[in-house]
């Protein structure tokens, strides 16, 4: 159990490319089990490992309603082996993009083929909340942020934003 520190834009380590996993032994484990814990600290329904500064392809996920039934889904290693045509929008935000909100269009749903927490290959149809949640933490193991799908403009804007917030929190 531990609480770990999510790293925010601008920082070089959210642009690496994350490394796959070749067995899940307990370090991963524990990894993942540090992963969730930060993902709940910070009330979000998704993060990977980057996020917290190791650049392994895993990621954690819960998306109940309900605070009280917790359902964590852990991801080693995915790949998306069907995307569809049809695409989704949604709004969407990021940990490591604190405060800062845009609808995002993603293909509205998608296979993936992935390890368990126990090491075990299952392949999961997502779609909805799901599918765009898995494919936003998946670009977080190429490097990719949400921000990065918009306009220049809007970019910068919010990396302004973010860099003021930054600036802020150094005084404090
Ligand atoms: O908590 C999160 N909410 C969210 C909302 C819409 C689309 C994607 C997400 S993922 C985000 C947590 C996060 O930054 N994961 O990388
Ligand atoms: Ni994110």
Not at 45 to 73: C, F, H, T
């Amino acid at each position: 159990m531990a609480v770990k520190t999510i790293l925010t834009e601008p920082n070089k380590l959210l642009r690496q490319v994350s490394k796959p996993v070749e067995k899940v032994t307990k370090n991963e484990q524990i990894l993942m089990d540090d992963m969730l814990d930060t993902m709940y600290a910070a009330n979000g329904i998704g993060l990977a490992a980057i996020q917290i500064g190791v650049p392994k392809r895993i990621i954690v996920m819960d998306l109940s309603k309900d605070p009280k039934k917790k359902e964590p889904r852990y991801f080693v290693n995915p790949v998306i082996k069907n995307k569809n045509l049809e695409k989704a929008t949604y709004e969407e935000g990021c940990l490591s993009v604190p405060n800062q909100f845009a609808e995002i269009d993603r293909p509205k749903q998608c296979d993936v083929e992935y390890l368990d927490y126990n090491g075990k290959k299952q392949l999961l149809k997502a779609d909805g909340l799901l599918a765009t949640c898995i494919q936003h933490e998946m670009d977080h193991l190429e490097g990719i942020l949400f921000i990065d799908y918009l306009s220049k403009l809007k970019r910068s804007m919010i990396a302004k934003k973010l860099s003021k917030l930054k600036s802020n929190t150094a005084i404090l």
